[in-house]
């Protein structure tokens, strides 16, 4: 059991995404390691969705990415939508306050984006991890981004 923890953490840490010392973190949606989620150029560059027999189902997308430096970052999320479809975000198993992208912003398709603020997360120095989960059909997503606060 060990050695497969082991060999998928070293697999997940092989494929995280590094980002230098900025102050601005970017996680294209569709970079998701593990999930059920469907990529699609049809709604955007880097969108994921669900497709309708998901919409029965649990939906779900975890991310795995490397900060230069530790302190409080602002998670957003860009998404579109035409209905409310709320999700849950944590970070580094840190649930946000509330549900979010839940607004309807109008449409699926590019050009009808909102970008949102989920919360506060304190972020690592090295990997961290973003999880996002609905019992149902998700928002079209299409970034996850960071914003130095502090340290």
């Known amino acids: ?33 593990v999930g059920n989620a469907v990529g699609s150029r049809d709604y955007g560059k880097n969108t994921i969705h669900n497709i309708a027999t998901y919409c029965n189902a649990p939906n779900s997308a975890v991310y795995f990415f490397q900060s230069a430096r530790a302190g409080l970052y602002r998670l957003s999320v860009d ?10 975000v944590s970070v580094n198993n840190v649930e946000a306050a509330q549900e979010t992208a839940d607004t309807v912003t109008g449409g699926w398709f590019e050009g009808q984006h909102q970008l949102v603020v989920v919360d506060d997360f304190s972020l690592n120095k090295g990997v961290n991890t973003l999880f996002f989960w609905r019992n ?10 960071f914003e130095y606060i502090r340290p």
């Open 1 to 33: 059991m060990k050695i497969v923890i082991y060999s998928l953490l070293a697999l997940c840490l092989s494929t995280t995404h590094v980002y230098a010392q900025s102050s601005t973190i970017t996680i294209a949606a569709t970079d998701f390691k």
């Open 79 to 88: 998404f579109s939508s035409m209905q409310s479809r709320p999700i849950h």
């Open 136 to 145: 149902s059909c998700i928002p079209h997503l299409h970034f996850f981004q």
